[in-house]
């Protein structure tokens, strides 16, 4: 009975880290810790126990039947806690972390000989989609060609080991990657798109800058980032104009990390083979590539083609817990206004004096506009009269900004 004990355990570990886990899965990325704080805590903690278990009794566990897919799958899953806390907070450690974690997954081979079993096989699948998006936003150019290769020979070999299964949306997904791939492809030469100390000022000249400021110095600290493109090069929800806007809104970690070799565990002077079942994750690396001279990122929301009333809700929630002297930035990639072009080219038609007619009211309406913001800081009727076809995004009557949505 004695030996029973180390793999009830274990599966009794699993299943509380996967019931912690399904109360997190589904919450919103945007907005800031608030609740949801105490159970990330939670689930974060289950899985490191589990993980530890797993690596203290390893041999009896594989003695017991334990699949290297299963190490495989709990060290995906931490890798992608790691990655969801990363797009709450935008701090760089957690995708640092997330990063380390896929890259073991990957350097072991712990989801190798998939081919037998369509359940791991999908398992393989989605942990290289995360694997992809963590080197993506990290700027791992050749991580990211060297996983795309193997994700595309990965999908070809499901259709021939799997011929009863469907495996069309991965086909998109490879797609998907492959376009956003070749649409990007930065040259060698061009500067970064974060922050980057060889290009860009130190912040430790911010408070220069702040001397030309008459009153305060506003805070920036979240941002929404969403597109409404057509045919939009992405990958999974991310587009390339919010990838890019995601790049421009990070500090580039100070460490060197793109260059840096991966860390060998030694035991006694030994270099433990990493390649079999050792376990071994180095989970601080992350801490040395952190400089705590920068700022903290921004807080972000990246949303796809969201609806109208997801896209209040998420500005409401930003704006009313945003601290005091705070601002958000607002990223929405559209197309122009096609409503109004259609009405002028519809309207070219008639007669010349109704044209004619149109054309000064519309120069009328255009002066009208240009006059918001003065008329109504100005004024204190009903702002409704001045931006029937605007969205103010502001407070009412604190001279907010107006946005055209006609």
Same mark, same amino acid.
């Given at each position: 009975?004695?030996?029973?004990?180390?793999?009830?355990?274990?599966?009794?570990?699993?299943?509380?880290?996967?019931?912690?886990?399904?109360?997190?899965? /589904?919450?919103?990325?945007?907005?800031?810790?608030?609740?949801?704080?105490?159970?990330?805590?939670?689930?974060?903690?289950?899985?490191?126990?589990?993980?530890?278990?797993?690596?203290?009794?390893?041999?009896?566990?594989?003695?017991?039947?334990?699949?290297?897919?299963?190490?495989?799958?709990?060290?995906?899953?931490?890798?992608?806690?790691?990655?969801?806390?990363?797009?709450?907070?935008?701090?760089?450690?957690?995708?640092?972390?997330?990063?380390?974690?896929?890259?073991?997954?990957?350097?072991?081979?712990?989801?190798?000989?998939?081919?037998?079993?369509?359940?791991?096989?999908?398992?393989?699948?989605?942990?290289?989609?995360?694997?992809?998006?963590?080197?993506?936003?990290?700027?791992?150019?050749?991580?990211?060609?060297?996983?795309?290769?193997?994700?595309?020979?990965?999908?070809?070999?499901?259709?021939?080991?799997?011929?009863?299964?469907?495996?069309?949306?991965?086909?998109?997904?490879?797609?998907?990657?492959?376009?956003?791939?070749?649409?990007?492809?930065?040259?060698?030469?061009?500067?970064?798109?974060?922050?980057?100390?060889?290009?860009?000022?130190?912040?430790?000249?911010?408070?220069?800058?702040?001397?030309?400021?008459?009153?305060?110095?506003?805070?920036?600290?979240?941002?929404?980032?969403?597109?409404?493109?057509?045919?939009?090069?992405?990958?999974?929800?991310?587009?390339? /104009?919010?990838?890019?806007?995601?790049?421009?809104?990070?500090?580039?970690?100070?460490?060197?990390?793109?260059?840096?070799?991966?860390?060998?565990?030694?035991?006694?002077?030994?270099?433990?083979?990493?390649?079999?079942?050792?376990?071994?994750?180095?989970?601080?690396?992350?801490?040395?590539?952190?400089?705590?001279?920068?700022?903290?990122?921004?807080?972000?929301?990246?949303?796809?083609?969201?609806?109208?009333?997801?896209?209040?809700?998420?500005?409401?929630?930003?704006?009313?817990?945003?601290?005091?002297?705070?601002?958000?930035?607002?990223?929405?990639?559209?197309?122009?206004?096609?409503?109004?072009?259609?009405?002028?080219?519809?309207?070219?038609?008639?007669?010349?004096?109704?044209?004619?007619?149109?054309?000064?009211?519309?120069?009328?309406?255009?002066?009208?506009?240009?006059?918001?913001?003065?008329?109504?800081?100005?004024?204190?009727?009903?702002?409704?009269?001045?931006?029937?076809?605007?969205?103010?995004?502001?407070?009412?009557?604190?001279?907010?900004?107006?946005?055209?949505?006609?």
């Amino acid at each position: 009975m004695a030996d029973d004990v180390v793999p009830k355990t274990f599966r009794a570990l699993v299943e509380s880290a996967e019931k912690k886990y399904a109360r997190v899965r /589904d919450l919103p990325a945007y907005g800031r810790w608030g609740t949801s704080n105490h159970y990330f805590h939670k689930v974060f903690k289950a899985y490191m126990r589990l993980w530890k278990y797993q690596q203290e009794n390893r041999v009896r566990l594989l003695e017991c039947g334990l699949q290297r897919w299963e190490i495989g799958e709990i060290a995906s899953r931490i890798g992608q806690l790691y990655f969801s806390q990363y797009m709450r907070t935008s701090e760089a450690r957690f995708l640092l972390e997330s990063c380390i974690f896929y890259e073991a997954i990957l350097n072991r081979k712990y989801f190798e000989g998939s081919g037998k079993d369509r359940m791991v096989r999908f398992k393989e699948l989605r942990f290289y989609a995360r694997f992809l998006m963590v080197s993506l936003i990290l700027n791992r150019t050749e991580m990211v060609n060297l996983l795309v290769e193997q994700f595309k020979a990965i999908v070809d070999d499901s259709k021939a080991a799997f011929p009863g299964t469907n495996f069309k949306e991965w086909r998109l997904v490879v797609q998907e990657i492959v376009r956003f791939a070749r649409v990007h492809s930065p040259s060698p030469d061009a500067r970064p798109l974060r922050y980057c100390a060889l290009f860009d000022s130190h912040p430790s000249s911010r408070p220069y800058v702040a001397r030309f400021h008459a009153k305060k110095v506003l805070k920036f600290r979240d941002a929404l980032l969403t597109s409404y493109h057509k045919n939009e090069a992405k990958f999974a929800e991310l587009t390339l /104009d919010t990838y890019r806007m995601l790049q421009c809104l990070e500090w580039e970690p100070s460490g060197s990390f793109y260059q840096r070799s991966p860390v060998e565990p030694r035991v006694n002077g030994a270099v433990i083979d990493q390649s079999i079942t050792s376990g071994l994750i180095d989970i601080n690396l992350a801490a040395e590539m952190m400089d705590p001279a920068l700022p903290p990122n921004p807080k972000k929301a990246v949303l796809y083609r969201p609806n109208v009333p997801l896209l209040i809700s998420v500005v409401a929630t930003m704006c009313e817990e945003l601290p005091p002297e705070s601002v958000v930035l607002i990223y929405i990639s559209a197309s122009g206004n096609t409503i109004q072009n259609t009405t002028l080219h519809t309207e070219s038609s008639s007669s010349s004096r109704k044209s004619s007619k149109n054309s000064v009211l519309s120069r009328t309406s255009y002066e009208q506009k240009s006059a918001l913001h003065e008329n109504y800081t100005n004024t204190n009727g009903d702002m409704g009269q001045y931006f029937e076809n605007c969205l103010c995004l502001g407070p009412n009557r604190s001279g907010g900004i107006p946005a055209e949505v006609d």
